[in-house]
């Protein structure tokens, strides 16, 4: 096998390159593995996922990208949603001071 970083021939089960030091693809935390349930939890709690993320993106690169897609996509869903309710809230209310107005001129 070969050295992504620097090219040079390594062995197969080499946790680092001898020559440069990156580290190679089976270099990864036997701990480490994605999980749906960070995933869920940066969903819900986008802080937790961020913060998560940057405490295990070093550690646990697996683990923290979940926590992190999860993150990220929790605040685009709340943007969106947030964008969503501000219109329907601003259109009932327009609506609402339309019929008032009207209303208020079939009075005089």
């Not at 992504?4 to 036997?30: D, F, L, R, S, V």
């Amino acid at each position: 096998m070969f050295c992504k970083h620097c090219g040079k021939e390594i062995p197969e089960n080499a946790a680092a390159c001898p020559y440069c030091g990156t580290k190679t693809a089976q270099a990864g935390n036997p701990g480490d593995g994605k999980s749906a349930g960070y995933a869920v939890l940066g969903f819900f709690f986008p802080i937790v996922g961020l913060i998560l993320y940057l405490v295990w993106k070093d550690n646990y690169p697996l683990r923290a990208k979940s926590a992190g897609k999860g993150a990220l996509i929790g605040v685009i869903v709340s943007v969106v949603f947030g964008i969503i309710y501000g219109v329907i809230a601003g259109a009932a209310i327009a609506s609402m001071m339309s019929i008032s107005a009207a209303g208020a001129s079939l009075v005089l």
